[in-house]
């Protein structure tokens, strides 16, 4: 299977391309079905808000076929794309059908007005089952196959790219820059210093860490740890700790703004620094509610720190060789300026192509059609099909999870990254809630 | 790259039996990594993991320690 991966071109093999294929491919055909006069509103569908349990009886007695057709087109486009990434179309297929009715089970929970009364949002709920069940039972590896996280957030997120207007993305664009590069440094240098100065940790498995807490969690660990050679045992141990902290902070986060009453904008723009991956953002600020806590989650996170991965990892290429191994950068040919669009989270394209092909769209229908048929029409079913894959992520995140793997490191990794949340959470919330508070409420 | 560029391109670590970058492999190799992350991102591209050293790295031109791929 290695070589058959080698030998395929990377607009093939990478989750990040085929999300923007899949997510710029469902808005083209919403916006083609609108034209022809109809729309993907009834494929697009999901459970209503319930008191009696008669309601949701009605509801599948008259949807379920839907449901099916739902459920098989997203089975034929995730299998058939994952199966050219190299992944068992045998073994992905009925794993998703799996993932698909449980999430259908956790939609139609998390509607539940008791449900919604105790904040156990749809997210939250996919999550803490996810946990549950991924902790108490070993999961076939056939199944494992279909729990595809960030395959089904990166889709969510091109989607969510056709619902977030683009004169947005450029008014609150350079904000969320300044206020993530702002934590995103001091983040960085808080562990690298505390890891390589108080704990004597090596240089590159402080940046692993380093990287992890302020660019874009395990991903950044990663990118950072190829770029500067860390040990393999201290890319395993990055991946713990960061995705142990990221699990704390959905709930932590979840908690403490709902608890607090914080205005949603702000939640978001908090939680995109405050939060280590994007899956897992994506979790607290669904709960949060609305979706100025989205869209400012996502302007802070993919604009302001996501999309840099690149950067970090050629800057910290270029140290590792020249000061960390006194070698010449001339004679090191590892130092190459294509990792910047190589580590390019590449997904990012297609939530812009569709941020901009949706605002160009609605600026020729004019503000009255926008809102009287284009809003309903296709961005509403955009948008419960962006619910669907983050469901999906959510519940991929809790059974994947195995606390017994997780644990797996010393104590001297979880102290120095412990010791940048401290840093990174009140900085985030100082920054999201004075210094920056009025561009978050005018979102 | 070209095809003659390819052709007499030197050796690296992809061609090195040392060098491990099958993502699904590297799922197995680093547990947890599908939690939040995945073998098969662009942010890990062809990066992989040289069993000679121990180390994660993107590919380079071939060391001293090179064994062509079997």
Known sequence: MANDVKAKSPFLVTEDWWAVYLGLGIVVVALLFYLLGGTLKPLAVSPPKWQSFDTVIQHFRTQTPWYLLQLILWAVVFTVS???????????????????????????????????????????????????????????????????????IKTGIVLLGATLPFTLIIYAGPIAFLQATI???????????????????????????????????????????????????????????????ALVMIFFLTFFVKATGMHEGIAGAWIGTSEFADAAGFAAAASVGGDKAIHAYTLMKVIGRDIWIGIWAFVLSLISVIYWEKKSAASADRVQAKVIWGRFPKFVVGFFLASVVMSITASIAGQDVFDASLKPLVIGPVKTLRTWTFIFTFLSIGLTTRFREIFQFGWKPLIVFTIGVAINVPLGYFLSTVVFKSYWLSL | MSKFRKKHAAPGCTECDHFENDPARLESIFKGMTILCSAYASVRGDSGICRYDERFRMPRTACEHFIPKE
């Open chain 1, 183 to 245: 934590v995103s440094l001091v983040t960085f240098l808080t562990i690298f210093l505390v890891g390589t100065k108080l704990f004597g940790l090596e240089k590159p498995f402080a940046s692993v860490l380093g990287a992890g807490g302020a660019v874009c969690g395990v991903s950044g660990s990663i990118a950072v740890g190829a770029a500067t050679r860390a040990k393999k045992e201290h890319i395993s141990i990055g991946i713990c700790v960061v995705a142990l902290w």
């Open chain 1, 82 to 152: 994952t199966s050219i990434m190299g992944l068992k179309a045998s073994q992905y297929l009925p794993g998703f059908i799996i993932i698909f009715i449980a999430s259908a089970l956790i939609l139609v929970l998390g509607q539940w007005q008791v449900a919604h009364d105790h904040n156990l949002e749809p997210p939250i709920l996919a999550l803490i089952i996810g946990l549950i069940i991924g902790n108490l039972f070993k999961m076939p590896q056939w199944f494992e196959t279909s729990l595809r996280t960030e395959y089904y």
